[in-house]
Nanobody
Framework: QVNLVESGGGSVQAGGSLRLSCAAS????????MGWFRQAPGKEREGVAV???????LVASSVKGRFTISRDNGKNTLYLQMNSLKPEDTAMYYC?????????????????WGQGTQVTVSS
């Protein structure tokens, strides 16, 4: 049974930092593309950053230079380091897994999803 559990969300002021984690289980983590997505109220879910099995990354232009995605295959854990946070980063953040070695930044390409962790950035 595939299980993705996010943690690390919270409330911060603009300019602050947060580190999200996603603990994965129930599948061969090292063989899957992994990604972070977010959804704000009234908006569609959007890709934030994804990482393939070799460590190659794709990062949305809206967060490039501020957010860093990484993975630890020994711990079956995905991370998202978020720096210089802005109020427009406020959203529910989801971890996702794609049953392929390569990645895309659109949500429909992903097979498994976590429950999400809320990030709120105040001005």
């Amino acid at each position: 049974q595939v299980n993705l559990v996010e943690s690390g969300g919270g409330s911060v002021q603009a300019g602050g930092s947060l580190r999200l984690s996603c603990a994965a289980s129930g599948f061969t983590y090292s063989s899957y593309c992994m990604g972070w997505f977010r959804q704000a109220p009234g908006k569609e879910r959007e890709g934030v950053a994804v990482i393939d099995v070799k460590g190659g990354t794709l990062v949305a232009s809206s967060v490039k230079g501020r957010f860093t995605i990484s993975r630890d295959n020994g711990k079956n854990t995905l991370y998202l380091q978020m720096n210089s946070l802005k109020p427009e980063d406020t959203a529910m953040y989801y971890c996702a897994a794609r049953r392929a070695s390569y990645c895309y930044l659109y949500a429909d390409a992903y097979n498994y999803w976590g429950q999400g962790t809320q990030v709120t950035v105040s001005s």
